[in-house]
T-cell receptor, first 114, second 111 residues
Framework: GAGVSQSPSNKVTEKGKDVELRCDPI?????LYWYRQSLGQGLEFLIY????????KSGLPSDRFSAERTGGSVSTLTIQRTQQEDSAVYLC????????????FGPGTRLLVL | DAKTTQPTSMDCAEGRAANLPCNHS???????VYWYRQIHSQGPQYIIH???NNETNEMASLIITEDRKSSTLILPHATLRDTAVYYC????????????FGTGTRLKVLA
């Protein structure tokens, strides 16, 4: 079946501009996660959605970052007033919902802020 | 989640078994050991996970020591396409849900 998809695959923007990154989880998966991977680094947790529960935003690095998940499916990560240090690969993952369920990752969006 | 430590890099000859170690000495009883790999420019790919018993699937085998303080991922017949960064993660089944990734082991399979 279809895996997690993300768009765009690559995004180049200028410092100060806003960007939106999209994630389509695996159909039927109720849990959705966003991670960030800076060059040569491991993955950094950003935010977690589970069903209709309030999201866990504890990993968001600043108030310029926000995410929403409409209809319990597609999610959008928004970065306002981008900075050069926001340049990274943004990865989305989904799981069937139980805490022990395996997370499956999308291919990521490579963001470059000039 | 327990902290995991892995060697920074390893080489393996093509066709031979690749044995990737992971130390998780502070693991608690409800934490699973997960392995993922990340091939250049792709998202992490799930490989295998286990709690205390050894596990095998079509990709790999996972050997967990009896005291659960360490584990080994075994790729039985490594191919060039197995060249990737391999991450070992200890993840609780309750209370937390995010993966905490370290820097992993960079495996290079040599022709």
């Amino acid at each position: 079946g279809a895996g997690v998809s993300q768009s765009p695959s690559n995004k180049v923007t200028e410092k100060g501009k806003d960007v939106e990154l999209r994630c389509d989880p695996i159909s039927g998966h109720t849990a959705l996660y966003w991670y960030r991977q800076s060059l040569g680094q491991g993955l950094e947790f950003l935010i977690y959605f589970q069903g209709n529960s309030a999201p866990d935003k504890s990993g968001l690095p600043s108030d310029r970052f926000s995410a929403e998940r409409t209809g319990g499916s597609v999610s959008t990560l928004t970065i306002q007033r981008t900075q050069q240090e926001d340049s990274a690969v943004y990865l989305c993952a989904s799981s069937a919902g139980e805490l022990k369920e395996t997370q499956y990752f999308g291919p990521g969006t490579r963001l470059l802020v000039l | 989640d327990a902290k995991t430590t892995q060697p920074t890099s390893m080489d393996c000859a093509e066709g031979r078994a690749a044995n990737l170690p992971c130390n998780h000495s502070t693991i608690s009883g409800n934490e699973y050991v997960y392995w993922y790999r990340q091939i250049h420019s792709q998202g992490p790919q799930y490989i295998i996970h286990g709690l205390k018993n050894n596990e095998t699937n079509e990709m790999a085998s996972l050997i967990i020591t009896e005291d659960r303080k360490s584990s080994t991922l075994i790729l039985p017949h490594a191919t060039l396409r197995d060249t990737a960064v391999y991450y070992c993660i200890a993840r609780a089944t309750s209370g937390t849900y995010k993966y905490i990734f370290g820097t992993g082991t960079r495996l290079k399979v040599l022709a």
